[in-house]
Nanobody
């Protein structure tokens, strides 16, 4: 049984940084398509960043140049480094994984496994 557990959320001032972590158990990340999504109150879940099975990365335009997705295969963990945070980055952040992806997708339905979410709040 695959479980994804996120950590690292919190309250930060605008311009600050946070690093989110997502640790997997039950299956190795090295063969998975990975992604981070976020959902603000009253809004749909939106794509933030993806790391494909062959190592390519993709970012939403709103976070490009500020956020970085990476993995530590030894720890079976995926990270989201978030710099220059803005109040509009406030949301619950979710990691997602899928081991059956033929090609990457920014759509939530393309991922079968999800973490429980971690709150990120950026104050102005």
């Amino acid at each position: 049984q695959v479980q994804l557990v996120e950590s690292g959320g919190g309250l930060v001032q605008a311009g600050g940084s946070l690093r989110l972590s997502c640790a997997a158990s039950g299956r190795t990340f090295s063969r998975a398509g990975l992604a981070w999504f976020r959902q603000a109150p009253g809004k749909e879940r939106e794509f933030v960043a993806a790391l494909t099975r062959n190592g390519n990365t993709y970012y939403a335009d709103s976070v490009k140049g500020r956020f970085t997705i990476s993995t530590d295969n030894a720890k079976n963990t995926v990270y989201l480094q978030m710099n220059s945070l803005k109040p509009e980055d406030t949301a619950v952040y979710y990691c997602a994984a899928d081991w059956a992806q033929a090609t990457w997708t920014p759509l939530p339905h393309g991922y079968d496994y999800w973490g429980q979410g971690t709150q990120v709040t950026v104050s102005s």
